[in-house]
Nanobody, 128 residues
Framework: QLQLVESGGGLVQPGGSLRLSCAAS????????IGWFRQAPGKEREGVSC????????NGVDSVKGRVSISRDNAKKTVYLQMDSLKVEDTAVYYC?????????????????????WGQGTQVTVSA
């Protein structure tokens, strides 16, 4: 059974940093690309960043460009999303998702419908 569990969310002040974790179980993580998505109330889900099997990342929405960094630790079956210089508009539920990749060199994409397995999300609230 494929399972993903996000953690690390919470309340942080503007300008602060946060590292989210996505813990995987039930499958070998190195066979999958992992994406981070977020959704704020009343807004469309958007891709933040993803990382392919080879550790190559793809940047997502422009509003977080330069402020996020994704990494993976296959031995720990965990993918991380480091977020810096957080802004109020970063407030959202953050989800991680997995998609199988046949070739490690394939670049990952941030189309939500490409991802088969999703976590339950972790709330990030940026407020003074």
């Amino acid at each position: 059974q494929l399972q993903l569990v996000e953690s690390g969310g919470g309340l942080v002040q503007p300008g602060g940093s946060l590292r989210l974790s996505c813990a995987a179980s039930g499958f070998t993580l190195d066979s999958y690309a992992i994406g981070w998505f977020r959704q704020a109330p009343g807004k469309e889900r958007e891709g933040v960043s993803c990382i392919n099997r080879s550790g190559v990342s793809t940047n997502g929405v422009d509003s977080v460009k330069g402020r996020v960094s994704i990494s993976r630790d296959n031995a720990k079956k965990t993918v991380y999303l480091q977020m810096d210089s957080l802004k109020v508009e970063d407030t959202a539920v953050y989800y991680c998702a997995a998609v199988r990749q046949c070739f490690a060199s394939t670049r990952c994409e941030l189309q939500a419908n490409e991802y088969a397995s999703w976590g339950q999300g972790t709330q990030v609230t940026v407020s003074a």
